[in-house]
């Protein structure tokens, strides 16, 4: 819904509350964390976010496997938390490994460089937590190398193109006893925590929630295939080694079924993840729709429409999600919609409102009735011009009134915007290393989302409705 906002005091204070990190009622980032630590056992806080442990806390030795741009993102994220030292990566391109060592040998660590991920293995016996970046087909096979290796270990979604390999995933984590990690971050958004337990679980701004959409749209030309210079190539038979046929399957592995599970499971699984995470609920059923219809050089689907019907104890709530890769139309948010009022979350903080539905009864003194919720520090609203109902004048307007809906009124959520999208989720895996706190996504959490997603792609083969038995998100 567009949001006839102008240039003005309030537009400029609101989005400093939402960048700066301090809302109207002076809430921080870590003010809010720490007052919703008994919220319940859904929240679960980093101690590095809680406050550092007297001396600073427990320092970490760390390696990363894959230092392609997600490896290099969780990189510059991970230096900026106190007591975590790298002592290696690893990566089968030169180029990456050139490129992540010297990034943090600039930050002062220490690095020793490998392509072999076993040897380096063998050779860090000091290493405590491994961060796994590298393509989904390759996550079980380093993941459970670590955790074997008495490793604890951060995994990039998905955790596997493969369910089989998935399930052995969160096997071996039991067996061992190290923990896995897997990198839905918005777990460990303060945004998405104020959300999940504040606006909806607490304050129940939205009553019941009848429906959701979420959608992750991408440009042409942020999809285009991928290129690298000429002097990084690797040979053909090193590619081969490691299972790629040429450099531009290595460059865009995610578009390739072998690698990858194309952009509901790139994408979508983020989003997909919270959508039951919100409502504390599993699918019973997902219908899919799309095809490869762009791009002639890939081989997954270019668009997917995927509809999700939950059962709640409430009632059925049905969603839907599309992910499209021509266009960013409308970029990437998640949208939930109840019979009092809808959310729209995002990581990105423009797209982050929550809308009251416009035939909520003022109070006695002209108040609106989610005003106690502004009090607590919960919302901020937004200029009561724009969204006020403007009586019929006529008999008219009193016709054509009939066929328009009460416009609803806005607020925005009163909590701070990451500037890092990353931190907090490694935060907390940290945190959980040093045995201060649970994980926010663990294995088994992580494989309920892949099953979810990866459906998807069997129902677009399948071309008919494929259902989901609570045995399905057992591993």
Known sequence: MRLPLGPGAWEAGAMNAMTTGRGASGVSRRGFLKASATVGAGLILAPTILGAEKGGPVPLNVAIIGTG?????????????????????????????????????????????????????????????????????????????????????????????????ARQMVLTARETGNLLQIGHQRRSNPRYLHAKHKLLDDARLCGRITHIYGQWNRSAAATAPKGSPQRYEMPVATLQKYGYESMFQFRNWRWFRKYGGGPIVDLG??????????????PKYVVAEGGRDYYDNYEWYDNVTALYAYETPAGVVRACYQTLS???????????????????????????????????????????????????GYVIRMPKEA????????????????????????????????????????????????????????????????????????????DKKMTFEDADFKA
């Open 69 to 165: 741009m997600q490896g290099r993102e969780l990189i510059e994220q991970a230096v900026k938390i106190e007591g975590i030292r790298f002592k290696a990566v690893c990566d089968i391109w030169p180029y990456s490994q050139t490129y992540s060592s010297r990034r943090l040998r600039a930050y002062g660590h220490e690095i020793n460089v490998y392509a072999d991920y076993l040897e380096m293995l063998d050779k860090e016996r000091g290493v405590q937590a491994v961060i796994v970046a590298t393509p989904d087909f390759m996550h079980a096979e380093h993941t459970i190398a670590c955790l074997k290796a008495a490793k604890h270990v951060y995994c990039e979604k998905e955790m596997s193109n493969d369910l089989a390999k």
């Open 269 to 282: 699984s983020h989003q997909v993840d919270v959508f039951g995470w919100f409502i504390d609920a599993k």
């Open 387 to 462: 969204d006020q109902y403007q009586v019929p004048k006529t008999a008219a307007e009193a016709i054509l009134s009939a066929y328009r809906s009460i416009p609803p009124v806005a607020f925005v959520l009163n909590i701070s915007v990451e500037a890092s999208l990353h931190q907090a989720h490694l935060e907390n895996f940290f945190g959980a290393v040093r045995g201060k706190c649970r994980l926010n996504c663990p294995a088994e959490v992580g494989y309920e989302t892949a099953v979810q997603v990866l459906k998807v792609n069997e129902a677009l083969e399948a």
């Open 326 to 376: 021509t266009t960013t139309g409308r970029g990437y948010f998640e949208a939930f919609m109840g019979d009092r009022g809808t959310l729209q979350i995002s990581e990105r903080a423009d797209k982050c409102r929550i809308f009251a539905e416009g035939y909520l009864p003022n109070g006695a003194d002209g108040s609106h009735p989610w005003e106690p919720w502004v009090q607590k």
